[in-house]
């Protein structure tokens, strides 16, 4: 798998992908329903494969232009964190969540899911500052 | 205000009417982390339907007045199998008298490794966006309803 396959393009939700150094950063815009659940979990357990595959030490998931995301994208963030988050420490790597500060639902959503992994994610905003 | 709505929602509907209840709210409260949170009670409601209506139609109905007692109110009426009936006033009973967000945060734990994407929608609705969740078993049909005060003073 390469990060190639992050980037995906059909219906209202796309992603864009890239990997600098030991950096995978995943950019996600429009919204996940239930159209467009199952590219959801396809790009979270490829980002989740990746990292481990190229020892990755971070994984960014921007999501300032995501617009909306249904319960089911929330519950596959959760199966996603809680698997990175038992990872041991020679393969661990961090999450760095980067929400919107007009997108309100982010703000919510994003201090519940932390909690599942609390030591390795943190939530930003696109200005860099911590959510 | 009141505004019903009986149709067949789709996946691209939801996101349709999920839009003009933020629209119509922004407008009406002039608070857009309000409004924000009817949009998403209203997605998760109607995705709901979604899954579970047996003949794909459904009620929708939001009602925002005085005679609501400064409240605002979604609801969604719709035909459902017996099973999905159960498991939804069984999840609005053990969610009255529980903590939201443990509720919320314990659902979503026994939800992670399952192959079923749904299960956490009310859940959502009553921790995320701070709303009250009501499920109605009337035999054939479920009717849920979510309220939230107007405003913070109501």
């Known amino acids: 798998m390469s990060i190639a396959t992050l980037t995906q393009n059909e219906g209202a939700f796309t992603t864009k992908s890239q990997k600098d ?3 995978i950063t995943v950019r996600f815009s429009g919204e996940v329903d239930l159209e467009s659940i199952d590219a959801l979990q396809r790009i979270l357990i490829g980002a989740h494969e990746i990292a481990l595959a190229e020892h990755a030490k971070q994984v960014i998931i921007d999501l300032t232009q995501l617009e909306f995301m249904n ?40 201090a519940a899911l932390r909690t599942f992994a609390v030591s390795i994610v943190s939530i930003v905003h696109e200005d860099g500052a911590e959510a | 205000m009141q505004f019903e709505l009986t149709f067949q929602p789709t996946i691209p509907l939801v996101t349709v009417i999920r839009r003009t209840v933020t629209s119509i709210f922004d407008r009406v409260l002039g608070d857009r982390e309000r409004s924000a949170r009817l949009a ?18 459904t009620t929708l109905q939001i009602h925002s007045s005085e005679d ?9 009426r719709n035909k459902a199998r ?8 069984a999840q609005a009973l053990a969610m009255a008298t529980a903590d939201p967000e443990v509720f919320y945060l314990e659902l979503m734990v ?21 709303m009250l969740v009501d ?19 109501a």
């Open chain 2, 110 to 130: 026994e939800r992670a490794d399952s192959a079923d994407d749904g299960g956490l929608g009310i859940a959502r609705i009553r921790a995320e966006a701070d």
């Open chain 2, 68 to 76: 609501t007692r400064g409240r605002v109110t979604i609801e969604t």
């Open chain 2, 40 to 57: 998403l009670a209203t997605h998760e409601l109607l995705e709901n339907v979604v899954r579970h209506s047996t003949d794909g139609q």
């Open chain 1, 21 to 23: 150094a030991d950096v």
């Open chain 1, 71 to 110: 319960s089911s994208g929330v519950k596959h963030f959760v199966t996603w964190l809680r698997s990175a988050s038992q990872l041991p420490d020679a393969t661990s790597y961090k999450i760095r969540l980067v929400a919107s500060k007009t997108i309100p639902w982010q703000k919510r959503s994003l």
């Open chain 2, 135 to 153: 499920v109605y078993d009337e035999g054939e049909y479920v009717r849920i309803v979510a309220s939230m005060p107007l405003s913070d003073a």
């Open chain 2, 82 to 89: 017996r099973e999905d009936i159960t498991d939804l006033t």
